[in-house]
DNA sequence: ATTCCAGCGTGACCTGCATCACGCAGGAAC
DNA sequence: GTTCCTGCGTGATGCAGGTCACGCTGGAAT
């Protein structure tokens, strides 16, 4: 088992991997290409006109990427784009002091390295994988040919940093704008159960993020993290069981996030 | 003078003007129309193939805007892209208790409301006309149309979006990222001269905006600005001469932003 | 001249949270 | 078993900066 990757950087301690690493089964499922992908229909990025979905799968090159990997980092060269398959990826930025804030954490069927690769600048973000992944790579100059090609693709890709700018927009408001800790952790809370549980009264979701995680999603340290949880449970706005988050008081944290009307 | 405007709302104490308001000149160079606009060239959207640009030309309908005129607002239905001619407009989010974070101001050539009109979602951000300012619209069905018609243009727009997406994650970063607000004041303030000024030893350039307004950019309030200029100035970091911002240590200011290698 | 108001300057206060500094538990490696 | 190491819990401390409060100034309006 030793030896399975190529080590070629270390800075901070943690382990980069190679750009394009094994593609050894991780027990997930796996996609062959995207034609026979079975979740084509869903993803905006994958559910294109059959020439088109032909056209990518030549320029494609599946891998697949295990808990720790980095696809790309911030301030590298860009190389093209990465079609998150499945699994899931963390983008952050960090500071020269090592502070690191994680701007969004991206799931399947989304494509990362768009803004750069348009560009043509540097990466602006590093992409960690978080939860074993499977990617598809496209160099930048077969994806600016494809989208020369297929005037349709342009439009998605238009749309789809659409999307990521919004989410960008709510990050900076719920980060600039926001007085508290507690405030900020409690609309994290909420959006992520919105985004990863169901809907129901109380609603559940997994939460498998280290609490030093979510402080630097939220802008804040890991102390305050674990203080405002406690504080959340002393107060029965929630229960943690395990990697399970259950809300309890929804209103309560609604209320705090400012949410509330 | 009286009833220039129609006034179709009033929200905070502060007028807003309806979308498309008079064509009176205000003292600034009117542009006709793309197709003989003296700035074609060297801007990323009115550089396109001339019979992109002609079409354009019919969909498009130009306005001017007074100080203090707004455009669209936070949280209205989409209509349609502005094409910032000249002047200035500053785009912000705010939050329910008022407090206002300004996300960037934009230049001649940028097109607002780009991502809500590729996404259909609503507007995400409020723009204000800060200097007056001429500014092409296009109803976002004429524009989706244009863009299926004109693949290249479609390109275009994901590349603006990258530029746009680049400067967010960049503010986020100076926001999330800085330990006090005296980084984040220096950091800013060397940004704008970057992209208004003369980039000599020392630094220069006009700053027109108040201090107020500066707080809303780096997410302080209007007194710490106020607190940092005055000791900035008592420390010979830098010098204000009415509207004139001097740069007289760069360096000081570039190891306060952490900037400096 | 007078009024008004936006924008700046400054002092006093006080609190939220970053930071340091520990201890403890559980899992992995050997 | 022992040794690591990662992640969590919690106390003590300090201070940056938000907030309130007030005064001053210069320009615009009348």
């Known amino acids: 088992m030793s030896r399975r990757f190529r080590i070629i950087r270390r800075v901070n301690e943690d382990t980069i991997w190679a750009g394009v690493p094994m593609r050894a089964p991780y027990g997930l499922e796996i996609i062959e290409n995207c034609v026979t992908c079975p979740h084509r229909e869903e993803r905006i990025f994958c559910n294109l006109s059959p020439d088109a979905v032909q056209d990518l799968s030549t320029i494609t090159s599946a891998s697949a990427y295990p808990k720790g990997a980095t696809l790309f980092m911030e301030g590298q060269a860009v190389r093209g784009v990465f079609i998150v398959c499945n699994g899931s990826v963390k983008l952050s930025t960090s500071s020269a002091d090592g502070k690191t804030l994680i701007v969004r954490i991206a799931d399947p069927g989304e494509v990362l390295g768009l803004a750069a690769t348009v560009t043509g600048k540097q990466y602006?973000?590093?992409?960690?994988?978080?939860?074993?992944?499977?990617?598809?790579?496209?160099?930048?100059?077969?994806?600016?040919?494809?989208?020369?090609?297929?005037?349709?693709?342009?439009?998605?890709?238009?749309?789809?940093?659409?999307?990521?700018?919004?989410?960008?927009?709510?990050?900076?408001?719920?980060?600039?704008?926001?007085?508290?800790?507690?405030?900020?952790?409690?609309?994290?809370?909420?959006?992520?159960?919105?985004?990863?549980?169901?809907?129901?009264?109380?609603?559940?979701?997994?939460?498998?993020?280290?609490?030093?995680?979510?402080?630097?999603?939220?802008?804040?340290?890991?102390?305050?993290?674990?203080?405002?949880?406690?504080?959340?449970?002393?107060?029965?706005?929630?229960?943690?069981?395990?990697?399970?988050l259950i809300i309890r008081n929804k209103s309560a944290l609604e209320k705090l996030a400012g949410t509330a009307v």
């Open 124 to 244: 602006e973000l590093t992409a960690d994988v978080i939860e074993p992944a499977q990617a598809n790579f496209i160099a930048r100059g077969d994806f600016l040919a494809f989208l020369e090609k297929y005037g349709e693709v342009a439009l998605r890709v238009a749309q789809q940093m659409g999307e990521i700018y919004h989410a960008a927009v709510a990050e900076m408001r719920s980060i600039g704008l926001s007085h508290s800790a507690g405030e900020k952790l409690a609309r994290f809370l909420l959006d992520w159960c919105a985004g990863h549980g169901n809907q129901k009264e109380e609603p559940r979701a997994t939460l498998t993020m280290t609490h030093e995680e979510i402080a630097q999603i939220i802008g804040s340290s890991r102390e305050t993290v674990t203080r405002l949880f406690t504080d959340f449970k002393k107060k029965r706005y929630l229960n943690v069981e395990g990697s399970a």
